[in-house]
């Protein structure tokens, strides 16, 4: 069971906006500003597209953003395009004595 | 080229031992941590444990089950178990992230994955 909860697929047409949550507790979303994000296509590697809440890595779309706020943070993807269709996942920094991050389940996006 | 290349696909039978592993290139291995995930069939990403030289942090619920090794001389991680089960088979991917840095607490580079298929 993942500590990090997101919605189990978010959908929208091409040049809408959708916007994923992912929800934490006091020991990771809320303690700390080191949320990121992972697109996954199947079969592939899966990427890096925000860190630390809201920074995008070089070369990664401006369509993508991030933000927080106290145990949720979100993800923006403006302008749906086709390739944009993924599961993307939530990641965060975790006070643990073991494992220091946990993922979020997945969110299934499909760009109807 | 920058990269992380994991070994091929694996058929075990129950019980057997194997290891696979995540070579880098490309960058100073020794400056980042090599975590690995597990994708079981349907599911979504789990992280498995996480490790820097000798430093090894495990998800408790893999703890004993499988061990996370490094070689630093050829850039390579290893994960191994003694015994697998059916319940191991998943796709199985590594990723590093920076020891400090601006992304040091993010993944920014990921193997293509090793899929294990375990049959009973």
């Known amino acids: 069971q993942s500590a990090l909860t997101q919605p189990a697929s978010v959908s929208g047409s091409p040049g809408q906006s959708i916007t994923i949550s992912c929800t934490g507790t006091s020991s990771d979303v809320a303690a700390y500003d080191y949320v990121s994000w992972y697109q996954h296509h199947p079969g592939k590697a899966p990427k890096l597209i925000i860190f630390d809440v809201s920074k995008r890595p070089s070369g990664v779309s401006d369509r993508v953003s991030g933000y927080k706020s106290a145990d949720t943070a979100f993800l923006t993807i403006s302008g749906l395009q086709a390739d944009d269709e993924a599961d993307y996942y939530c990641n965060s920094y975790t006070v643990s004595s073991t494992s220091p991050y946990v993922l979020g389940p997945g969110t299934k996006v499909t760009v109807l | 080229e920058v990269q992380l290349v994991q070994s091929g696909a694996e058929v075990k039978k129950s019980g057997e031992s194997l290891r696979i592993s995540c070579q880098g290139s490309g960058f100073r291995f020794n400056k980042y941590w090599i975590g690995w995930a597990r994708q079981s069939p349907g599911k979504g990403l789990e992280w498995m444990g996480i490790i820097h030289d000798s430093d090894i942090r495990y998800k408790s619920s893999f703890q004993g089950h499988v061990t996370i090794s490094a070689d630093s001389s050829t850039s390579t991680s290893y994960l191994q178990w003694t015994s697998v089960k059916p319940s191991d088979t998943a796709m199985y991917y590594c990723?590093?992230?920076?020891?400090?840095?601006?992304?040091?607490?993010?993944?920014?580079?990921w193997g293509q994955g090793t899929m294990v298929t375990v049959s009973s």
């Open positions: 990723a590093r992230k920076e020891w400090y840095g601006e992304l040091q607490y993010a993944f920014d580079l």
